[in-house]
């Protein structure tokens, strides 16, 4: 079983920057592959990056590469989002969630879910 909870969601401008973090309870954490999602009112929840269990593979949604950089502390138990260069269209609730194996852009292949963080940003 795996807890997590999401932080460091607020207000931004257009162009600015936010870190994302999720803490994971549990000792098997690093054998767990991890993720973020979000999603924006009346629409479907959208992959936006994941990364495997030992942190040697990470992937982006085309929409935010190059701006947004997921990374993970095993140590720590947490899951990192960096956001930079933050657009409007980046408003939504961002969910962390975490799977066995390797990552996957499914919505469903996941067991675990945070409670999510809003993010938005400002024009």
């Known amino acids: 079983q795996v807890q997590l909870v999401e932080s460091g969601g607020g207000l931004v401008q257009a162009g600015g920057s936010l870190r994302l973090s999720c803490a994971a309870s549990?000792?098997?954490?690093?054998?767990?592959?991890m993720g973020w999602f979000r999603q924006a009112p009346g629409k479907e929840r959208d992959f936006v990056a994941g990364?495997?269990?030992?942190?040697?593979?990470?992937y982006y949604a085309d929409s935010v590469k190059g701006r947004f950089t997921i990374s993970r502390d095993n140590a720590k138990n947490t899951v990192y989002l960096q956001m930079n260069s933050l657009k409007p269209e980046d408003t939504a609730v961002y969910y962390c969630t975490a799977r066995a194996g390797y990552y996957s852009r499914s919505y469903y292949s996941y067991n675990y879910w945070g409670q999510g963080t809003q993010v938005t940003v400002s024009s």
């Open positions: 549990g000792r098997t954490f690093s054998s767990y592959a």
């Open positions: 990364i495997n269990s030992g942190g040697g593979g990470t």
